[in-house]
């Protein structure tokens, strides 16, 4: 079996190493985290301040334990043919078990140990560039930390190899097939019908009416600071669910309703339908963004002004950036390889290259708006109040925001390039359309 | 008379860029394919695994291109199209159906259907109502809300039919259509597909069963890049039909089985028994000329019509793959000319000179380009010896005696025959 594992490495060197990257930085910042998590439990501030600093850490390190084993999800179900041909040649269960155990936790256990020589580096980075606050961490109890956050993700990660080996043994015949169709489970068109009888869902429009108009209300309620506490946080929920509510339904709900008008514009209707399908793909990582970060500063409202704050919360938001654009790039590049049929098919049967490169830039401009520049409006307005309360500087404000802006810029490059290559690619080889001789 | 819809001159597909210069070993995917498609035809091309079926489909459908060789579709030439020119005339013209039916996932089975029609930006109503009339000829309107992992391989196909008539196209374009399904719904999908050309529709379609191939009207064997067999059905039953291609299939796969490996001469002298007496034509057939029992270039010969000149009577295989041939005596005189063809290969560019010869008989006039090169001088010595009066204005006889080899002759048409090459952008 070591043997076997040694060949795998051997001749997918490129997709490990990419991996084990990731998982390195991953680690690395995860041990930060911790680290700081546990310096502040050594330093004696209040408890509004001590709540506050605990809890970013805390949110940081899980979210680099839940991209862990997102990532490991997704390169597991790309390895769903090799684990069905080692069952096929007779492997039990139990063994798969073992070999998913030495191949991943050999990559894990790597990226864990240079994981905390990166988190040290890291802290050591914190340290200089604020040098108004040492940051005293106990190694042995970070490790500890660290440790038990390393177990976790090992269980989830066999967790999910485990469900996948069960449903492999019982179709096996499936996923040996070669033509395997794609089981994701799209948007089902159920407001679209051709029967003109249908009742239209006049429900629905109105709830996401509602929906919109409470949303923007919301968020600019959150900038009146006659507001109390209790409401602004009533209304940031209402935002924070309005937004997930705008980005996830009312774009389909559209697309259904006015499929009659886009069937004379087919770059709409194109782009709108790809757009779907882009958000059902990335929606956990744009829903992190548009969630967790703003939270992160939510929490900051109700916190006394203290410099602590700053230290804590500008490398974290970064390091969570960071971690999100990796996984964000990565699940990208996945999500690519699945579209190079599509795009290969609509070129087929007419579609030119600018009318293909029109489709993608509007399907891109709409996840700019609604995946970036809404949550950043949003971002800012929090920003706008911690800032007004004197917790973070405007210093500060504008350096995160230039983080912000220069990340997703990176993002937005690479999509727009990986695009192209990959069009460029699908048009000029027939093999993207049928099995080809 | 029917109308020519496609027409490939002996077209070549090769893997391997070092063609011309010859640094590696070619595999040639298409090997010398010549190959007409008229209105109304069903035609269908068998052919073992790696015999060039889908290659040939790609390069006629305007998918892939060809390495050499003529295409033209509807009197145009193809490999003068730039891409885009090549994507509206696909959208115009042609409707595809692939073996994993390459419906979008992401759109419904309606969206798919209209997304080659919507770029005509017409009523979405009348649209609405052209898919509707679609999708129940092929029993599939109940389906059209849903999603193709929702629906079955047969309802996914038969989606990928009305995706592909939408158009209504003047061809259709089918790389094994059946491959995914089971027999019951490959029969229905076939059935629907002899109703389309029964109503008009022309459809080439690739596979490799023989069940599927019965419901053509010709059936064309491929081996190894090139076209081995042509089966017609003329008036026979569904069933003899089937038995006439399998008896092809099968012998070939018997051949190979017990016979030992033929010589490549062997292969290359098969002429026709009964050539039939060929029809005077403005098309330009492009043939290597040979005399029989006298050496020629091998290489030329396996990627060309072979043109065999034997005393007096001439015989070469025509478009549609029949014998034809005609008697020199008949000839009263020909016309020698010469033709340039520009071979792009980046620093390696360069023009390559054939001469062009017209028979003229009193039925009319017979139009050749000749492959020939060193060897072409034996050609014309022959004609000298049978004493037909040879026309040669660009003294091409004179240029063989002068510069026997190949490469000093084009130095020399490049200097003296400057109208050839001039750019005709």
Same mark, same amino acid.
């Given at each position: 079996?070591?043997?076997?594992?040694?060949?795998v490495?051997?001749?997918q060197?490129?997709?490990?190493?990419?991996?084990?990257?990731?998982?390195?930085?991953?680690?690395?910042?995860?041990?930060?985290f911790l680290?700081?998590?546990?310096?502040?439990?050594?330093l004696?501030?209040?408890w509004q301040?001590?709540?506050?600093?605990?809890?970013?850490?805390?949110?940081?390190?899980?979210?680099?334990?839940?991209?862990?084993v997102?990532i490991?999800k997704?390169?597991?179900?790309n390895?769903?043919?090799?684990?069905?041909?080692?069952?096929?040649a007779?492997?039990?269960?139990?063994?798969?078990?073992?070999?998913?155990?030495?191949?991943?936790?050999?990559?894990?256990?790597?990226?864990?140990?240079?994981?905390?020589?990166?988190?040290?580096?890291?802290?050591?980075?914190?340290?200089?560039?604020?040098?108004?606050?040492?940051?005293?961490y106990?190694?042995?109890?970070?490790?500890?930390?660290?440790?038990?956050?390393l177990?976790i993700?090992?269980?989830?990660?066999?967790?999910?190899?485990s469900?996948?080996?069960?449903?492999?043994?019982l179709?096996l015949?499936?996923?040996?097939?070669?033509?395997?169709?794609?089981?994701?489970?799209?948007?089902?068109?159920?407001?679209?019908?051709i029967?003109?009888?249908?009742?239209?869902?006049?429900?629905?429009?109105?709830?996401?009416?509602?929906i $919109?108009?409470?949303?923007?209300?919301?968020m600019?309620?959150?900038?009146?600071?006659?507001n109390?506490i209790?409401?602004?946080?009533?209304?940031?929920?209402?935002?924070?669910?309005?937004?997930?509510?705008?980005?996830?339904?009312t774009i389909p709900?559209?697309?259904?309703?006015?499929?009659?008008?886009?069937l004379?514009?087919?770059?709409c209707?194109?782009?709108?339908?790809?757009?779907?399908?882009?958000?059902?793909?990335?929606?956990?990582?744009?829903?992190?963004?548009a969630?967790?970060?703003?939270?992160?500063?939510?929490?900051?409202?109700?916190?006394?002004?203290?410099?602590?704050i700053?230290?804590?919360?500008?490398?974290?938001?970064?390091?969570?950036?960071i971690?999100i654009?990796?996984?964000?790039?990565?699940?990208?590049t996945l999500?690519?390889?699945e579209?190079?049929t599509?795009?290969a098919t609509?070129?087929a049967?007419?579609?030119?290259?600018?009318?293909l490169?029109?489709i993608?830039?509007?399907?891109?401009?709409i996840?700019?708006?609604?995946g970036?520049?809404?949550?950043?409006?949003?971002?800012?307005?929090?920003l706008?109040?911690?800032s007004?309360n004197?917790?973070?500087?405007?210093?500060a404000?504008?350096?995160?925001?230039?983080v912000?802006?220069?990340l997703?810029? $990176?993002?937005?490059?690479?999509?727009f390039?990986?695009?192209k290559?990959?069009?460029?690619k699908v048009?000029?080889?027939?093999?993207?359309?049928?099995?080809?001789? | 008379?029917s109308?020519?819809?496609?027409?490939?001159?002996?077209?070549?597909?090769?893997?391997?860029?070092?063609?011309?210069l010859?640094?590696?070993?070619?595999?040639?995917?298409l090997?010398n394919?010549?190959?007409?498609?008229e209105?109304?035809?069903f035609?269908?091309i068998?052919?073992? *695994?790696g015999?060039?079926?889908?290659?040939?489909?790609n390069?006629l459908?305007?998918?892939?291109?060809?390495?050499?060789?003529?295409?033209?579709?509807?009197?145009?030439?193809? *490999?003068?199209?730039s891409?885009?020119?090549?994507c509206?005339f696909?959208?115009?013209?042609?409707g595809?159906?692939?073996?994993?039916?390459?419906?979008?996932p992401?759109?419904?089975?309606?969206?798919n259907?209209?997304?080659?029609?919507?770029?005509?930006?017409?009523?979405p109503k009348k649209?609405?109502?052209?898919?509707k009339?679609?999708?129940?000829?092929?029993?599939?309107t109940?389906?059209?809300?849903?999603?193709?992992?929702?629906?079955?391989?047969?309802?996914c196909?038969?989606?990928?039919?009305?995706?592909?008539?939408?158009?209504?196209p003047?061809?259709?374009?089918?790389?094994?259509?059946?491959?995914?399904l089971?027999?019951k719904?490959?029969?229905?999908?076939?059935?629907?597909?002899?109703?389309?050309?029964?109503?008009?529709?022309?459809i080439?379609?690739?596979?490799?069963?023989?069940?599927?191939?019965?419901?053509?009207?010709?059936?064309m064997y491929?081996?190894?890049?090139g076209?081995?067999?042509?089966?017609?059905?003329?008036?026979?039953s569904?069933?003899?039909?089937?038995k006439?291609?399998?008896?092809i299939t099968?012998?070939?796969s018997?051949?190979?089985?017990?016979s030992?490996k033929?010589?490549e001469?062997?292969v290359?002298?098969?002429t026709?028994?009964?050539p039939?007496?060929?029809?005077?034509?403005s098309k330009?057939?492009?043939?290597?000329?040979?005399i029989?029992?006298?050496?020629?270039?091998?290489?030329?010969?396996?990627?060309?019509?072979?043109?065999?000149?034997?005393g007096?009577?001439?015989?070469?295989?025509?478009?549609?793959?029949d014998p034809?041939?005609f008697?020199?005596?008949?000839?009263?005189?020909?016309?020698?000319?010469?033709?340039?063809?520009?071979?792009?290969?980046g620093l390696?560019?360069?023009?390559?000179f054939?001469p062009?010869?017209?028979?003229?008989?009193?039925?009319?006039?017979?139009?050749?380009?000749?492959?020939?090169?060193?060897?072409f001088?034996?050609?014309?010595?022959?004609?000298?010896?049978?004493?037909?009066?040879?026309n040669?204005?660009?003294?091409i006889?004179?240029?063989y005696?002068?510069?026997?080899?190949?490469?000093?002759?084009?130095?020399?048409?490049?200097?003296?025959?400057?109208?050839?090459?001039?750019?005709k952008g």
């Amino acid at each position: 079996m070591l043997s076997f594992i040694q060949r795998v490495f051997k001749n997918q060197k490129k997709t490990y190493f990419l991996l084990l990257g990731i998982f390195i930085i991953l680690s690395s910042f995860e041990f930060s985290f911790l680290a700081i998590y546990d310096a502040f439990v050594r330093l004696d501030f209040s408890w509004q301040i001590r709540s506050t600093i605990h809890l970013i850490p805390v949110i940081g390190a899980a979210i680099a334990l839940l991209l862990n084993v997102f990532i490991t999800k997704y390169f597991m179900e790309n390895k769903k043919q090799e684990f069905s041909i080692l069952l096929l040649a007779g492997t039990k269960t139990k063994d798969l078990f073992y070999y998913l155990s030495i191949q991943f936790g050999f990559i894990i256990l790597l990226s864990a140990i240079i994981g905390v020589f990166g988190g040290m580096e890291i802290m050591h980075l914190i340290h200089y560039y604020q040098s108004h606050l040492i940051l005293q961490y106990s190694f042995t109890q970070t490790i500890f930390y660290y440790f038990c956050f390393l177990i976790i993700t090992y269980v989830l990660i066999l967790a999910i190899g485990s469900s996948q080996f069960i449903s492999l043994d019982l179709n096996l015949a499936k996923y040996l097939s070669s033509h395997q169709l794609d089981l994701k489970t799209s948007q089902k068109n159920s407001f679209f019908s051709i029967d003109n009888q249908a009742k239209k869902p006049f429900l629905s429009i109105v709830l996401s009416l509602f929906i $919109l108009v409470f949303t923007f209300y919301s968020m600019k309620e959150i900038l009146n600071q006659n507001n109390s506490i209790t409401i602004l946080l009533f209304y940031y929920s209402f935002a924070l669910i309005g937004l997930i509510l705008i980005i996830t339904k009312t774009i389909p709900l559209l697309y259904d309703l006015f499929h009659h008008q886009l069937l004379k514009h087919p770059i709409c209707l194109n782009a709108l339908a790809l757009f779907q399908d882009f958000t059902k793909v990335m929606s956990s990582l744009i829903l992190l963004v548009a969630c967790i970060i703003p939270t992160i500063f939510m929490l900051l409202l109700n916190v006394p002004s203290s410099f602590v704050i700053e230290t804590v919360t500008v490398p974290c938001f970064i390091m969570i950036m960071i971690m999100i654009v990796l996984c964000f790039i990565l699940r990208f590049t996945l999500y690519l390889k699945e579209q190079q049929t599509s795009i290969a098919t609509i070129h087929a049967v007419g579609y030119d290259s600018k009318k293909l490169n029109n489709i993608v830039f509007l399907k891109n401009l709409i996840f700019f708006i609604l995946g970036i520049l809404i949550p950043l409006a949003f971002i800012l307005e929090i920003l706008y109040l911690v800032s007004q309360n004197g917790v973070i500087s405007q210093s500060a404000i504008v350096f995160v925001m230039i983080v912000y802006i220069a990340l997703y810029t $990176l993002i937005v490059v690479y999509m727009f390039i990986q695009e192209k290559i990959m069009q460029r690619k699908v048009i000029n080889n027939v093999k993207y359309l049928n099995r080809g001789e | 008379m029917s109308n020519i819809l496609i027409e490939a001159n002996n077209i070549n597909k090769v893997y391997d860029p070092d063609l011309y210069l010859k640094r590696g070993k070619n595999f040639y995917a298409l090997n010398n394919v010549t190959f007409t498609l008229e209105e109304a035809d069903f035609t269908c091309i068998m052919g073992p *695994s790696g015999s060039g079926k889908s290659t040939l489909l790609n390069c006629l459908s305007t998918l892939d291109r060809i390495s050499s060789g003529e295409l033209r579709f509807m009197e145009n030439d193809v *490999s003068a199209m730039s891409k885009d020119q090549l994507c509206e005339f696909r959208y115009q013209y042609l409707g595809f159906v692939f073996q994993n039916h390459n419906l979008i996932p992401y759109l419904s089975l309606f969206d798919n259907i209209a997304t080659p029609a919507i770029l005509a930006k017409e009523d979405p109503k009348k649209l609405e109502e052209r898919i509707k009339q679609l999708a129940n000829d092929l029993e599939i309107t109940d389906l059209l809300n849903k999603f193709p992992h929702e629906c079955s391989g047969g309802e996914c196909q038969r989606a990928a039919i009305a995706h592909a008539l939408i158009n209504d196209p003047k061809i259709l374009f089918c790389d094994e259509p059946t491959g995914n399904l089971d027999s019951k719904n490959s029969h229905k999908v076939l059935n629907i597909l002899s109703k389309l050309n029964q109503q008009g529709t022309t459809i080439l379609l690739v596979t490799h069963d023989a069940m599927i191939a019965s419901y053509a009207k010709k059936m064309m064997y491929l081996y190894d890049g090139g076209i081995q067999s042509v089966v017609y059905k003329k008036q026979d039953s569904q069933l003899d039909f089937y038995k006439k291609i399998n008896a092809i299939t099968m012998q070939d796969s018997l051949l190979k089985e017990l016979s030992t490996k033929k010589s490549e001469t062997e292969v290359i002298q098969e002429t026709p028994v009964e050539p039939q007496p060929i029809q005077p034509s403005s098309k330009r057939v492009s043939v290597y000329m040979i005399i029989d029992g006298q050496p020629y270039d091998k290489d030329i010969a396996k990627n060309n019509t072979l043109f065999h000149i034997d005393g007096t009577k001439v015989s070469f295989i025509n478009q549609y793959n029949d014998p034809v041939g005609f008697d020199l005596s008949t000839i009263s005189q020909i016309n020698l000319d010469l033709t340039a063809q520009f071979v792009n290969f980046g620093l390696f560019s360069q023009y390559i000179f054939y001469p062009k010869v017209d028979f003229v008989s009193e039925e009319g006039t017979y139009l050749f380009k000749a492959k020939n090169k060193d060897d072409f001088i034996q050609i014309i010595n022959l004609f000298h010896q049978l004493q037909i009066p040879v026309n040669d204005p660009r003294q091409i006889e004179e240029a063989y005696h002068k510069y026997p080899r190949d490469y000093e002759r084009s130095k020399l048409y490049l200097r003296t025959h400057k109208d050839l090459t001039q750019y005709k952008g």
